[in-house]
Nanobody, 122 residues
Framework: QVQLVESGGGLVQAGGSLRLSCVGS????????MGWFRQAPGKDREFVAR????????YYADSVKGRFTISRDNAKNTVFLQMNSLKPEDTAVYYC???????????????WGQGTQVTVSS
């Protein structure tokens, strides 16, 4: 079982930056594909970014491409989401998640953190 804990959320002005962190437990953390999802009030949880465990290749939702960067440090059991040029529409609770398969679908992710709030003011 993998336990995940997010941190780094907060309030930021539009155009600003935040770096989210997700620390995982488990000796096999590095073998999981990791993803970031977000959920705004009244909306479904949506895919943001994912990183492959093997070669660390990345994939992003069109809405964040060019602004967000996902990375991981397996030695520290940590995945990051660097968010630049933030927009008010980025406001949401952000979740990290782990999956055995490579996916952008939330149902494929077996392990989830509790989430961290990101609020972007205009």
């Amino acid at each position: 079982q993998v336990q995940l804990v997010e941190s780094g959320g907060g309030l930021v002005q539009a155009g600003g930056s935040l770096r989210l962190s997700c620390v995982g437990s488990g000796r096999t953390f590095s073998t999981y594909n990791m993803g970031w999802f977000r959920q705004a009030p009244g909306k479904d949880r949506e895919f943001v970014a994912r990183i492959r465990w093997s070669d660390t290749t990345t994939y992003y939702a069109d809405s964040v491409k060019g602004r967000f960067t996902i990375s991981r440090d397996n030695a520290k059991n940590t995945v990051f989401l660097q968010m630049n040029s933030l927009k008010p529409e980025d406001t949401a609770v952000y979740y990290c998640a782990a999956a055995r398969i490579l996916s952008t679908v939330r149902y494929d992710y077996a392990y989830w953190g509790q989430g961290t709030q990101v609020t972007v003011s205009s």
